[in-house]
């Protein structure tokens, strides 16, 4: 038999590769998505939030930032099905990763608000506008220029965490590589060609948020 | 539901999950000092004038920081070997671990040294210092003392990348916590003490930070 070249078993593979980028990029997009509008309101109480409603949040996004992603995943999957909720892999995995999102858009959120100076509020004030107005009109705007480029760091880092849930048998870009070298041996080739796709996804999310960054600068 | 918390079972585990405690600590500790010095002389070569210098180092940390680590730490394990690097899984995790916090020490020196002023350098010179003497004796130490925060949440972020050791069966913490998850069924309270376990590390590492910050600050 003639060993079977490299560019062969990936036009055999195509399907099983694309299905898996596809899963990826479905939980990486679940994932931004919930864990941001979670996070507005984290990155809300954190700042308008009163004492009670702060160290609540604030424990919350402590105890998410001090365990490791892993450890998170690992424990939506088994804790949801020990307490009665049956969640499939996928949704334990993107609930482990909006949670995590949660807490670091939380914290860009709470900086970028916390960044303007308090002069802004007073002279709303000053000129009667209602808290509502001021939010809308004064601090969200100025705010979301600041965070937005952090923002779009924050989903590059959901892609490359999407990959901890091949652990827990979720058939994404990394688990289908796998399952790829364990019929062909080639382990060289295929996390090359799997670490190609994904710093690829990467390097356009990073490109994008140093645009939005440009973008958003104020200029001087 | 009637799931009735019972610790027993964790608390005679409980030096399993110190014992991988203080392997991961251990992985950390080495993979961030290997990553320390690659970091600096990364960083260096990034604000370098020469670009055959810098050039290589820019792609170094674009490649690192655009990859899922769980995608290098397999690579490293089951790829390497075929290219006839034989590391056992120990070896293999810290190489990747120290490469990876190489990467991000490298853009947290590189600001650093871009944030201490030229006069520093000339007033080097001026007094007959050696461009060597004038890098370790003048601008590491500032350049360290001005980093202290960021690198500070570098760290913590490293340490927690130490539970994906997990994934090749390195027994540290997440490891220990899986195993006793898989063999007791006391989930909810495994990862319970698992996590705390992390979210108390890190926040042991994020005070001795700042007692070293404190204690290095500029006196006034």
């Known amino acids: 038999m003639i060993a079977p070249s490299f560019l062969d078993q990936l036009w055999l593979a195509r399907h099983v590769i694309l299905n898996g980028l596809g899963i990826t990029v479905a939980i990486s997009l679940l994932a931004i998505l919930a864990g941001s509008v979670l996070g507005v309101f984290v990155g809300l109480s954190l700042v308008y939030g009163n004492r009670w409603l702060r160290l609540i949040v604030r424990a919350y996004t402590d105890i998410i930032r001090g365990t490791p992603v892993l450890v998170l995943v690992l424990a939506s999957y088994y804790v949801s099905s020990a307490v009665g909720v049956n969640l499939d892999p996928f949704s334990a995995g993107v609930l482990a990763l909006a949670v995590f999102c949660s807490s670091h858009v939380g914290e860009i959120v709470r900086g970028g608000l916390q960044a303007i100076p308090k002069g802004q509020t007073e002279a709303a004030k000053a000129i009667g506008l209602t808290f509502g107005q001021t939010f809308a009109y004064v601090l969200w705007p100025q705010a979301l220029r600041q965070f937005l480029p952090a923002w779009v760091n924050t989903a590059a880092e959901m892609v490359k965490a999407s990959t901890l849930l091949s652990v827990i048998g979720v058939a994404e870009l990394l688990l289908r590589s796998q399952e790829i070298i364990s019929r062909n041996f080639m382990s060289l080739q295929f996390y090359f060609f799997a670490g190609a796709l994904y710093f690829l996804v990467n390097y356009g999310i990073e490109r994008f948020g140093k645009y939005v960054e440009r973008k958003t600068a104020i200029p001087s | ?220």
């Open chain 2, 1 to 220: 539901m009637g799931y009735t918390l019972n610790f027993a079972v964790v608390w005679r585990n409980f030096d399993q999950l110190l014992a991988g405690l203080a392997l991961s600590l251990g992985l950390a500790v080495v993979s961030i000092l290997i990553g320390a010095v690659i970091g600096l002389a990364v960083a260096f070569a990034l604000t370098s004038r020469y670009r055959a210098v810098a050039c290589p180092a820019t792609a170094y940390v674009t490649l690192i920081r655009n990859l899922p680590i769980l995608v290098l730490v397999l690579f490293a394990y089951f790829a390497l070997p075929q290219l006839g690097v034989r590391l056992d899984k120990v070896q293999s995790f810290v190489a990747v671990l120290a490469l990876y916090s190489g990467a991000y020490l490298a853009e947290v020196f590189r600001a650093g040294l871009l944030s201490i002023p030229k006069g520093l350098t000339e007033a080097g010179l001026a007094i007959g210092l050696t461009p060597m003497q004038i890098r370790s004796t003048i601008i590491i130490p500032l350049m360290l003392r001005n980093v202290l925060p960021s690198m500070s949440s570098t760290i913590i972020s490293l340490f927690k990348d130490t539970s994906l050791a997990a994934t090749i069966a390195v027994p540290e913490l997440t490891f220990a916590a899986r195993k006793i998850n898989v063999e007791s069924f006391r989930v909810i309270e495994t990862w319970i003490v698992a996590s705390a376990l992390y979210v108390v590390t890190c926040a042991l590492i994020a005070a001795l930070m700042r007692q070293i910050e404190r204690r290095l600050a500029v006196p006034r």
